[in-house]
């Protein structure tokens, strides 16, 4: 297989900059292209390329990576008529890093296939710190031969790199990541609010319990800003609402009841419901503490 030298960026966000980013420090030549051109204009000027449309990246690039945010986006930009797919040159690997739906992988590694083009779903885990300090865990599906070819660039961006399987093997392992998030992030504002309630000095229970049986990387890294009143996105509330219904999804294909699940979606689509659905995932704490 051809050695990457240039790699294509769709969606600089939260995440995806910092993402890019690294890639570039790493000696890539990196193109970019996102619907808000002002959110790349920090990575231009450190001197990746702007390119006007995804067709021109397709047409430019060695491997593209997606990074958007929902599977309507993931669609457009794989399977449009003026998407990936159609205009990539053969050999081109495509990476989808969007939390995505497992069927949709699916189709696209099938389309990609009959285009001579090596697809792979590619979800992480680890919010903004994770993608600023390129500790992301990255949970990859498709071919295993264009994972290893890949395996540079993810390198870059993540710690935890794993090789789950075949197409959909990924966002199957990502839908795990979010449902033991998701009742975990209940507990974790709970715990908040009951030391708070009871008189305690929160943080010095945070001293406690963070590196016993109840440790995590949410009461780690989000009960601090939960406490501190610090809601701004490392993770929107509204995709991960659109993360757990995919997973309820796929569960329920499988005939599968998850009530732990259920439970947090509905709390979140009520915290969306009172205008926090740009906030970050530790703004459930606000349910119990206005």
């Not at 297989?1 to 600089?12: D, E, H, L, S």
């Not at 006007?52 to 399977?79: F, H, N, Q, R």
Request: charged share 25%.
């Amino acid at each position: 297989m051809a050695q990457i030298k240039t790699v294509g960026f769709i969606g600089i966000g939260v995440m995806g900059s910092s993402m890019a980013g690294h890639l570039m420090d790493a000696g890539y030549d990196v193109l970019i292209y996102t619907r808000t051109k002002e959110k790349a204009d920090a990575l231009m000027r450190r001197g990746a390329k702007w390119k006007s449309t995804v067709k021109e990246i397709a047409e430019a690039a060695d491997a593209v990576i997606t990074m958007v945010g929902y599977p309507s986006d993931v669609e457009e930009v794989y399977l449009g008529e003026d998407g990936l797919i159609a205009h990539a040159a053969p050999g081109t690997f495509l990476i989808d890093m969007t939390t995505s739906k497992p069927q949709l992988a699916k189709e696209i590694d099938m389309k990609a296939r009959e285009k001579g083009l090596l697809a792979l779903d590619a979800p992480v885990s680890g919010g903004d710190a994770g993608a600023r300090h390129g500790t992301l865990a990255i949970m990859i599906g498709g071919e295993k031969t264009a994972y290893e070819a890949c395996l540079p660039l993810f390198e870059q961006m993540g710690e935890n790199i794993q090789y789950q399987g075949p197409a959909g093997s990924g966002q199957h392992t990502k839908m795990c990541n979010q449902i033991a998030i998701a009742a975990g992030m209940i507990g974790v504002a709970e715990a908040m609010v009951y030391a708070k309630k009871s008189g305690l000095d929160p943080e010095r229970v945070l001293k406690s319990i963070t590196t016993g049986a109840a440790g995590s990387w949410s009461l780690s890294n989000l009960a601090p800003r939960m406490l501190k009143g610090d809601f701004a996105p490392g993770f929107y509330v509204k995709h991960f609402i659109k993360d757990m219904g995919i997973a309820l999804e796929e569960a329920e294909l499988m005939g599968e009841e998850m009530p732990g699940l259920s439970l947090a979606k509905s709390l979140y689509e009520k915290l969306c419901e009172e205008g926090e659905e740009n906030s970050g995932t530790q703004s459930i704490y606000k349910l119990w503490v206005k």
